[in-house]
């Protein structure tokens, strides 16, 4: 038996053998290891909306539903695969210099050089590449604003975070409460000072106020709303609206991305107030 039973599959990167995905057709399978194929998540062929283009790097608009880097999905579906078929380049020319989880959309910076990703790595060290959050939580933080600073490690289950988990690692996330909905769901305006797996989500969700459709980290994923309609988001609540970075030039490069259609709606059903997602990307933080 080979690995090459699917030449599709290994093709887009959804074969794994055990733990390790499989590069090539040919790959042998010994009696007793473990073979998974993936079904692709998506089209690889969809478009990918590209915000920002400057001579070493490139910032896109990820929807939810996709990974930024390759996962059991496969490797064409990701967002770098997207990028760099949109540049007409090797996607191992295209760095992502942060990432998104698979149900959070928003603004991904990637870099094309050496320089740019050691640029912006020193950005990151210095506290200079800022982000900003916004979400929806199904409760009310309490206080209103502040910063959560829970250390942040491994859970039980591998694929996700907890506070004070194994090997926890220092974590800063600032907040603050911008609008209240029916059923004491909040949006807010956030910005990570640190960059832990999960970061957002395990902060919100041990503060009481997890998010919206984040059904790993506790948050809901079935609002009955006050009229009897029943609500069921297919995505987490978290979008990446703005990132500032440092351009070749050492200007503040600022991209912004929409906040969904599907997040605005959302807020809208719970009785939120449109004007709160302008305060949520534009109020000062810390």
């Not at 608009?61 to 990974?67: C, H, M, S, T, V």
């Not at 039980?156 to 029916?182: E, F, I, K, N, S």
């Not at 948050?219 to 978290?238: K, Y």
């Amino acid at each position: 038996m080979r690995a090459g039973a699917d030449a599709r599959a290994v093709a887009e990167g959804r074969v794994f053998v055990g733990r390790q995905r499989a590069v090539q057709e040919t790959q042998e399978v010994r009696p007793g290891d473990d073979v998974f194929i993936a079904s692709p998540a998506s089209s690889p062929d969809d478009a990918v909306n590209v915000l920002v283009r400057t001579g070493d790097l490139v910032a896109a608009d990820k929807p939810a539903g996709i990974p930024t880097i390759a996962d059991h999905g496969g490797a064409t579906g990701a967002l770098v695969a997207r990028v760099a078929r949109a540049l007409g380049v090797s996607p191992s020319r295209v760095h992502p210099t942060s990432r998104l989880d698979r149900d959070v959309s928003g603004v991904v910076v990637f870099s094309l050089t050496g320089a740019a990703t050691r640029r912006l790595t020193d950005a990151r060290a210095r506290g200079a590449y800022e982000r900003r959050y916004v979400a929806i939580a199904s409760r009310e933080p309490a206080p209103e604003r502040g910063t959560w600073d829970a250390p942040i490690g491994r859970a039980a289950d591998p694929r996700l975070r907890a506070a004070g988990g194994r090997d926890a690692v220092p974590a800063q996330t600032r907040y603050a409460m911008c609008g209240r909905a029916a059923g004491s769901a909040a949006l807010l305006a956030v910005a990570p000072l640190t960059g832990r797996t999960h970061q957002i989500r395990v902060h919100a969700a041990t503060a009481g106020a997890a998010l919206v459709g984040d059904r790993a980290y506790g948050g809901p994923t079935r609002l009955t709303l006050q009229s009897g309609r029943v609500v069921e988001p297919r995505r987490v609540a978290l979008h990446a609206a703005r990132v500032v970075v440092p351009d070749e030039n050492g200007r503040p490069l600022v991209v912004t991305a929409a906040v969904p259609p599907a997040l605005v709606e959302l807020w809208s059903s719970l009785g939120g107030d449109a004007a709160a997602w302008e305060l949520s990307t534009s109020c000062a933080l810390g």
